[in-house]
């Protein structure tokens, strides 16, 4: 069965600290990977995407993130947090069909 | 440009109503997704349409849900006799592309409340 899993439903982090959020799925195939963060009050938007090539992939706002295929994971990570980055982030896998599936969501919190 | 667009943004339906929510894609967009989410929780795939044709119907929960997007554009999730079950944000999503390496641009919901 195809899954993905954000085992932490909560993550806080004080402002100018590095932050990670992590993410690890099961799909068969190779595996086309996402993230997605909702701000309050607005709609999913897309952050970044691993297609191929370069394990580490650079998205919006400063984030990045880290493929590795033998740990099935694909965390979300920034250098440097600031307290607009607090919203709810989403992994997303592709799954070979045309179906997304979207992990129940982490809560980053950064505190000023 | 625009965004995609979802109409109306609130809805309140009593049990056992019909209810139609609309989605505006991003123009030239091929692909649509519509999604449930429910509180607290990730968004759960209903169905995708590429162009007017509807590839993938998995994820709809009974045949009380039914969607459409006749010419291509704009796309229309309906939900016969609500139940209180229903109740939840539905999502609209358009990618320019086909494949599943497209990023998905998402609409600001439709909140379902059933009572």
């Known amino acids: 069965a195809q899954s993905v899993a954000q085992p932490e439903d909560q993550v806080n982090v004080a402002e100018g600290n590095p932050l990670t959020v992590k993410c690890t799925y099961s799909v068969s195939g190779n595996p086309y990977l996402f993230w997605y963060v909702q701000y309050p009050n607005r709609g999913l938007q897309f952050l970044l995407k691993y297609i ?3 394990n580490l992939v ?3 706002y400063g984030f990045e ?3 590795n295929k033998s740990q099935t994971s694909f965390h979300l990570k920034k250098p440097s947090a600031l307290v607009s980055d607090s919203a709810l982030y989403f992994c997303a896998p592709g799954t070979g069909g045309f179906k997304t599936i979207f992990g129940a969501g982490t809560r980053l919190f950064v505190k000023a | 440009g625009a965004g995609v667009s979802q109409s109306p943004r609130y809805k309140v339906a009593k049990r056992g109503q019909d209810v139609a929510l609309r989605c505006d894609p991003i123009s030239g967009h091929v692909s649509l997704f519509w999604y449930q989410q429910a509180l607290g929780q990730g968004p759960e795939f209903l169905t995708y349409f590429q162009n007017e044709a509807q590839l ?8 009380r849900f039914f969607a459409e ?8 999730l309906k939900i016969q006799r609500t139940q209180q079950e229903d109740s939840a ?3 609209c999503a358009s990618s320019l592309g086909t494949g599943y390496g497209y990023e998905q641009y ?10």
């Open chain 1, 52 to 54: 191929t090539g370069d």
């Open chain 1, 58 to 60: 650079k998205g919006s």
């Open chain 1, 65 to 67: 993130a880290e493929f």
């Open chain 2, 56 to 63: 993938d119907k998995s994820g709809l929960p009974s045949d």
């Open chain 2, 69 to 76: 997007r006749p010419e291509g554009s704009v796309s229309t």
């Open chain 2, 89 to 91: 944000v539905y999502l």
């Open chain 2, 106 to 115: 998402f609409g600001p919901g439709t909140r379902l409340t059933v009572t």
